[in-house]
């Protein structure tokens, strides 16, 4: 018996919780990080008008600027830090969006595309509330760059409960939220220790000392997730 414990939301959620249903195993869905969606300001939406690159550090930073597509067309450059936060955007505003090829983080997308070189470039970098500033400190010191917040993260702790894991079962955790996971950590690492717990992340980001925990760890090879976490629960 295997007892999927998903801690967050992403594409294809519904979809896979229903064949694991169907499967006969049991699945979860208890999102440990709410997202609360900004209202952006008059000077942020004036940047991003006059703005010629355009970088999104996460998928709900892409969400958030659907409603305002007019301000976006195919004379800006759009980047991401990965293939899941590109494909929001392209999905959200409907442009061609880079992304790094071999390690989804924003060193990675800097190298990758030698954005260092950028000069007097009007830059905009769409992120969460306290995210990492890694691509601003960089790029602002031969461009002009704004961030801008489109969102904040709510960690409700509470919502996962010792008894959601399951003993003489295998539970596999599905975790796409690094401080979804984090918190899963800091507050049942007992318990995930004392049961047979496998951990299912996107990328190598997430791998930490926390997560030693884990009997076992499959980080993703590629966006097409959905086929390869179904093949990780069948084989278990």
Same mark, same amino acid.
């Given at each position: ?7 967050s ?39 991003? %008008? ?20 007019n ?36 060193k ?8 260092? *070189? ?6 905009? @970098?769409?992120?969460?509330?306290? %995210? ?24 409700n702790? *509470?919502?996962i ?13 599905i ?6 996971? *984090? ?16 951990? @299912? ?36």
């Amino acid at each position: 018996m295997i007892n999927v414990i998903c801690t967050s939301n992403f594409d294809d959620l519904n979809s896979i919780r229903e064949i694991v249903l169907k499967l006969g195993h049991e699945f979860k869905h208890k999102p440990i990080v709410d997202i609360e969606l900004l209202s952006l300001s008059t000077e942020s939406l004036n940047q991003i %008008g006059e703005s010629n690159i355009c970088i999104f550090q996460s998928k709900n930073a892409a969400i958030q600027v659907k409603d305002h597509h007019n301000l976006f067309n195919k004379n800006k450059d759009y980047y991401a830090v990965g293939v899941f936060t590109a494909k929001s955007v392209e999905t959200s505003i409907k442009v061609s969006c880079k992304y790094p090829k071999k390690n989804y983080s924003s060193k990675d997308l800097i190298e990758e595309y030698e954005l260092k *070189n950028m000069v007097d470039k009007k830059v905009v @970098i769409f992120k969460g509330e306290g %995210g990492l500033s890694t691509i601003k400190n960089e790029l602002q010191k031969k461009n002009i760059v704004n961030e801008i917040i489109t969102y904040k993260r709510i960690v409700n702790k *509470n919502i996962i409960k010792s008894n959601d894991f399951k003993s003489g079962c295998t539970n596999i955790v599905i975790s796409m939220s690094k401080d979804a996971l *984090n918190s899963l950590c800091d507050n049942h690492f007992e318990i995930i220790k004392t049961m047979d717990s496998i951990l @299912i992340v996107p990328n190598d980001r997430f791998i930490n000392e926390k997560i030693k925990v884990f009997r076992k760890i499959y980080v993703l090879k590629s966006s097409q997730y959905k086929k390869e976490i179904l093949n990780i629960i069948k084989s278990t």
